[in-house]
């Protein structure tokens, strides 16, 4: 634990207790899942163990956020400065960066070397993708800041799943248009994720080389260059990826592809429970509206939290790109989700249960007005049919 003093109202001295700050040693440590259930498997035989992680992370996180509840303190605004100059937070981003590559190549040799036939090499690789999707978390975090050092952890945290593309597309591209129908990672209303994974994923690659091929061109330079920043995040995806296909044989590049392909599909997911259905609205001049608190689902769940970096207070971070995750705060007005993003992916899977637990909410959001609301163009008049009296007419 430890005490920060700051002054009060009065211009008392006061003190805050950082007693949870050993806690987000969690999120480090969560990447190592696909380990813990090697080393289980190997040492009392039972494969069945491999799946381990999956279970973990669909089932017992999920029913440890239900159990344990929310959280919805805020540290104090006048210690956030301090707690954001603290190094040992930085410190934890730092050392997830290593763990991440650390893992996708023993799991990947454990996988291709001992384990035997696809029952027991799939839960590893479904489990690796889902842990690279939690380096692509590292990534967002570390990628929002302005240090050299930590756009390069960045980059590198990215390159673990192939998705080098993803500081650009969302620091320049979602933050600028979320909660607008122009933003492909803002999902609709009556969009299932797996048609938001056709337009959210393409999307993204689509979005980022305009963004970065348009910044070069202001600079003079060509696209096809050293001086890309996708081309170079994409390089370390191949001098990593390249390097377990050269040690362990061409066998390995299917498994790296579907690898690569869940880590995706994982932060399409989070991407589509964030800012579902929700819309930042044209005023009369013509404009849109700031992003507010509003226009981001939140998660105060306790566990997924300290396992994620705090990415579920996501309004927060939203209003302030580079604030870090131990300062981020908890808004009232803020829509908030029934689970964790644990809970929440589990249930995207099945739209229509999604529907029927998200769509209420969201219409709860908007005092049922359905022209306030980012709702999917092809399901927009059986929406306005299934609500009696909500606003059918299109944007």
Not at 303 to 326: G, I, K, P
């Amino acid at each position: 634990m430890k005490t920060y003093s700051y002054a009060g109202a009065g211009k008392e001295v006061l003190q805050y207790a950082d007693r949870g700050r050993w806690r987000w040693l969690l999120s480090v440590l969560l990447p190592l899942l696909p380990v813990v259930a090697i080393a289980a498997a190997e040492a009392t035989g039972r494969r069945g163990l491999l799946w381990m992680p999956l279970a973990a992370i669909y089932g017992v996180i999920p029913l440890l956020d239900w159990l344990v509840g929310t959280d919805t303190r805020n540290p104090p605004e006048a210690v956030v400065d301090q707690l954001e100059r603290e190094p040992f937070y930085r410190w934890l981003t730092f050392l997830s960066v290593p763990i991440h590559v650390g893992v996708l190549m023993g799991g990947f040799w454990y996988a291709m070397v001992v384990a035997q036939g696809v029952a027991e090499v799939l839960p590893i690789v479904v489990s690796l993708g889902f842990v690279a999707a939690l380096g692509i978390n590292t990534g967002h975090e570390l990628g929002h800041k302005g240090d050299p050092q930590e756009q390069v952890l960045a980059l590198i945290a990215l390159s673990v799943s192939g998705y080098g593309h993803f500081r650009i597309e969302h620091n320049l591209g979602h933050h600028a248009q979320v909660a607008t129908p122009k933003d492909s990672a803002s999902a609709r209303m009556g969009e299932s994720v797996y048609r938001f994974a056709l337009r959210e994923m393409p999307g993204a690659i689509r979005r980022s080389w305009c963004l970065e091929t348009a910044r070069l061109r202001r600079a003079r330079r060509s696209a096809w260059s050293v001086h890309n920043e996708i081309l170079q995040a994409h390089a370390m995806t191949l001098l990593l990826q390249g390097g377990l296909v050269v040690w362990l044989g061409w066998t390995v590049l299917p498994w790296l592809m579907l690898h690569n392909l869940w880590a995706w599909f994982q932060l399409t997911g989070v991407n589509y429970i964030e800012h579902y259905g929700l819309l930042r609205r044209r005023g009369s001049d013509g404009g849109i509206e700031r992003c507010s608190a509003r226009h981001s689902w939140n998660s105060n769940h306790t566990v997924s939290n300290v396992l994620l970096f705090h990415l579920q207070r996501h309004s927060d971070h939203h209003a302030h790109a580079e604030r870090r995750y131990q300062s981020l705060r908890h808004f009232d007005e803020a829509p908030q989700l029934p689970s964790g993003y644990m809970g929440m992916l589990l249930l995207t899977y099945w739209p229509a249960l999604f529907f029927r637990v998200m769509d209420a909410r969201l219409l709860a959001v908007v005092s049922g007005d359905l022209d306030r609301v980012n709702v999917d163009p092809l399901a927009r008049a059986r929406l306005a049919r299934r609500y009696a009296g909500l606003a059918a007419s299109p944007k």
